[in-house]
C-alpha cells in the first residue's frame, strides 16, 4: 500500500510526463504538414456490410473493407461478450485483482499500482479519464515514418482490430468509434515505423490519437486535422476510460492486416502463374506427360495432384493432345517441373492464408479476458497462483465471474514464420519462371525461331529485365534473422519483425507479377507462332480466351516506338493487375478451401 505521501509524488511524476509528451504534441502538430504519396481507395462497395463476430472474417471480407470501401457491424453476441468482458475487467478492479495495463502498470511498470479500489469511484473515474486521454492524445506522435501511403493498409488494420477486440475488454464508446470510423471513412495519417512485430502499439495509438480529435486524418481521401475530420462526419471525440488504451494499442493488426492484402494479391499472381504457364505449354509445343495421370498416381500428394489437374482442365482441348512428329519427348526442366513449384508455392499460400485467418480471427490481446471461467473447469484454474486472478463477480459485472491473466498472446507466431514460408516457395517458383522465358529463346527447345515464323512481331524489352526481377525476388526470401534486443526495462526482449517480413512478401509477390508480365508477352507471342505455323490448332478454351483478351490490349504488331507508348512490359503488368486470371478459369479451388 502507498502512503498518501508517495500517491502524491508518483501523480506529479505522471502529470509532468503528460504535460511534455502534450507540449511536444502541440509544437509538432503547429508545424506544416508533411506532404505524401498518398492513395485512397475508391469505395466501390461502400453499400455492403461485413458483421464482425470475433471468429469468422474472412480474407475477402478483410479486402472488401480496405480496399474497397465495405461497412461493418458488430453482431449481437460479440456486442454481448465485449459488454461482458468490459464488466468483468471493472469488477476485478474492484475486487483488489491486479490487472496489468489497467489498476497495474505495463511493461517495466508492471508492478506499479495505478490506483486501487473501484474504478467508479469519483476520484479513479476521474484520474482514469484524465490518464486515458492524455495516453490518446500523446498517440499521435507515435512511432515514426515514413507515413503509411496506402489508406487500404490502413483500414485493414483497423478492421482486424476491430474484429478480433472481441475477444478484450474495450469500453462501449472505444469499440464503436473503431466502427464509426471505417464506416465513415476517416482514415487516420499511421507512421508505418514504429513496431517490433510482437505488438503494433504506435499504429494504433495513432488511431487512437484520431479518436480524441488529436493529429491528422484523411476524411474520404481529403487531408485534414483529426478533428475537423470528425466534424465532417458528424462525430464527437470520445472520452476513453477503463483500459481503452490497452483494448486498442495491444495487437498486431497492422502485421494481420497487411497479411491478408498479401494473401489475397498472392492468389491473383499464382492464379495468372497457372494460366500463363498453360499458354507456355501451347507455345512450346509441349510434351504433356508430367501431368498425366501416369505420373500423378506415382507421387500421391494433394496439392501436385491437383495443379496437375488444374493445368491439364485449362489446356484440355489442346493440340497439345494430338500427335505431332515434331514435338520432342521432353521440355525443359523448368517448363517440365513448373507444376510442381507452382504447386509447392500454393501449398505455402494455403498454409499463409490459414495463419492469417487465425491471426484476425483470435485474441492477440494481453491480458486475457475470459467470462465464465470457473476454477473447477480446470486442475490448474484452482490453483493459488490463477486463484489469484479469479474474478468473483459483483455489480459491475452483474455477478459474473471469469479470469484476467497475463500472457504472451501477442507473439505473432505462426503467422511471422508463414510468410516468409510462402516467400520462399514464391521465389523457386519464380526462378522456373524466369527459366522459361529464356527457353523458348533457344530453337533447340522451340525447334524453330520465332522470326522465322513471324519476322514482324513486336519484341520491345530486351533480356535483361527478367532476370533483374528474379534477382529482386530472390534477394527478398532470405528470411530474416531472429532477433531479440532487452528493451523497457529489459522486460521486453523478444521481437518478431512481422512489419519487415510482411511488406517483404508483399514486394516479392509485386515483382512476381511484373515477372509474369514478362512470360505472358513471351507465351503470347509463341502461341501466335504455333498459330501461325497451323491454323487449324486450338489451345483450349482459358489460354485461348486469356491470348485474345491480352492481344486486344496489346496487338501482335502494335508500335510501341510512339513518344506517348508505355513499355509492353507496363501495359501487360498492368492487364495482369487488372484482368484477373478467374475470368478466364476458375477450376477445382485449392486443397482445403
Known amino acids: 500500500m502507498k502512503s498518501p505521501n508517495e500517491w502524491t509524488v508518483q501523480l506529479k511524476v505522471q502529470n509532468m510526463i503528460s504535460r511534455y509528451i ?29 458483421t464482425l463476430d470475433g471468429h469468422s472474417l474472412t480474407i475477402d471480407q478483410i479486402v472488401m473493407v480496405a480496399r474497397h470501401g465495405a461497412k461493418v457491424e458488430l453482431s449481437g453476441d460479440a456486442r454481448r461478450h465485449e ?16 490487472v496489468y495495463w489497467f489498476n497495474r502498470g505495463a511493461g517495466d511498470q508492471r508492478e506499479t499500482v495505478m490506483f486501487e479500489g473501484d474504478p467508479m469511484t469519483p476520484t479513479n473515474h476521474a484520474l482514469i479519464e484524465k490518464t486515458q486521454a492524455e495516453r490518446f492524445r500523446s498517440g499521435a506522435l507515435w512511432g515514426t515514418g515514413p507515413e503509411v501511403p496506402s489508406e487500404e493498409v ?17 469500453s462501449p464508446q472505444l469499440a464503436q468509434m473503431l466502427l464509426d470510423l471505417l464506416n465513415r471513412r476517416i482514415t487516420p495519417v499511421v507512421q508505418s515505423r514504429g513496431t517490433l512485430g510482437e505488438g503494433d502499439l504506435a499504429q494504433l495509438g495513432n488511431v487512437g490519437a484520431t479518436m480524441v480529435g488529436s493529429g491528422e486524418a484523411y476524411f474520404q481521401g481529403v487531408r485534414m486535422k483529426a478533428d475537423q475530420a470528425l466534424k465532417r462526419a458528424g462525430l464527437t471525440a470520445i472520452q476513453p476510460f477503463a483500459a481503452d488504451d490497452n483494448a486498442l494499442t495491444s495487437s498486431n493488426a497492422y502485421a494481420t492486416g497487411q497479411a491478408a492484402l498479401l494473401v489475397h494479391d498472392a492468389r491473383a499472381a499464382l492464379e495468372w502463374a497457372d494460366l500463363i504457364y498453360a499458354m507456355d505449354l501451347n507455345g512450346m509445343n509441349s510434351s504433356i506427360t508430367p501431368l498425366s495421370l501416369v505420373v500423378q498416381r506415382d507421387r500421391p500428394e494433394k496439392w501436385l495432384n ?4 488444374r493445368v491439364l482442365g485449362m489446356i484440355k482441348g489442346s493440340y497439345l493432345f494430338g500427335n505431332d512428329a515434331r514435338r520432342i519427348i521432353q521440355d525443359p526442366e523448368s517448363l517440365r517441373a513448373s507444376s ?6 500454393w501449398e505455402e499460400w494455403g498454409a499463409l492464408k490459414d495463419a492469417v485467418s487465425f491471426q484476425a480471427n483470435s485474441s492477440d490481446h494481453n491480458p486475457a479476458v475470459n467470462v465464465g471461467l470457473s476454477p473447477q473447469d480446470s486442475w490448474e484454474l484452482a490453483s493459488p497462483q490463477l486463484m489469484r486472478f479469479f474474478v468473483k463477480g459483483g455489480p459491475h459485472s452483474h455477478g459474473q465471474h471469469g479470469y484476467i491473466v497475463s500472457n504472451a498472446n501477442w507473439d505473432p507466431y505462426p503467422l511471422a514464420n508463414k510468410i516468409e514460408n510462402f516467400v520462399i516457395a514464391l521465389a523457386n517458383m519464380d526462378i522456373a519462371v524466369m ?10 527447345f522451340t525447334g524453330v525461331s520465332a522470326d522465322e515464323v513471324l519476322p514482324e512481331a513486336s519484341r520491345s524489352f ?36 512481422t512489419r519487415i517480413k510482411v511488406q517483404r512478401a508483399r514486394q516479392a509477390v509485386a515483382a512476381t507479377v511484373d515477372l509474369l508480365s514478362f512470360d505472358l508477352i513471351e507465351g503470347s507471342l509463341w502461341m501466335d507462332v504455333r498459330k501461325a505455323q497451323d491454323t487449324t490448332r486450338n489451345f483450349g478454351l482459358a ?24 513499355s509492353i512490359s507496363m501495359v501487360a503488368a498492368e492487364f495482369l493487375k487488372n484482368v484477373p486470371a478467374s475470368t478466364f478459369y476458375e477450376g477445382e479451388p485449392p486443397p482445403g478451401s
Open 22 to 50: 502534450l507540449g511536444v504534441a502541440a509544437l509538432c502538430l503547429a508545424l506544416p504538414a508533411r506532404t505524401a504519396d498518398y492513395t485512397p481507395i475508391v469505395a466501390t462497395m461502400k453499400d455492403k456490410t461485413v
Open 83 to 98: 459488454a461482458e468482458s468490459y464488466g468483468l475487467l471493472l469488477e476485478a478492479a474492484a475486487e483488489g485483482i491486479p
Open 154 to 170: 490502413v483500414r485493414a488494420m483497423m478492421v482486424v482490430r476491430a474484429n478480433d477486440m472481441v475477444y478484450n475488454a474495450p
Open 306 to 309: 491437383w495443379h496437375a489437374g
Open 340 to 345: 510442381i513449384r507452382q504447386a509447392s508455392a
Open 435 to 444: 527459366l522459361r522465358i529464356e527457353r523458348f529463346r533457344n530453337p533447340f
Open 462 to 497: 530486351t533480356d535483361y529485365a527478367p532476370v533483374d526481377l528474379q534477382q529482386e525476388i530472390q534477394s527478398l526470401m532470405n528470411p530474416v534473422a531472429p532477433f531479440g534486443s532487452a528493451i523497457v526495462g529489459t522486460v521486453e526482449d523478444l521481437q518478431a519483425q
Open 543 to 566: 489460354p485461348t480466351a486469356a491470348w485474345i483478351a491480352f492481344r486486344r490490349r496489346v496487338p501482335l504488331r502494335q508500335d510501341f516506338s510512339a513518344p506517348d507508348a508505355q
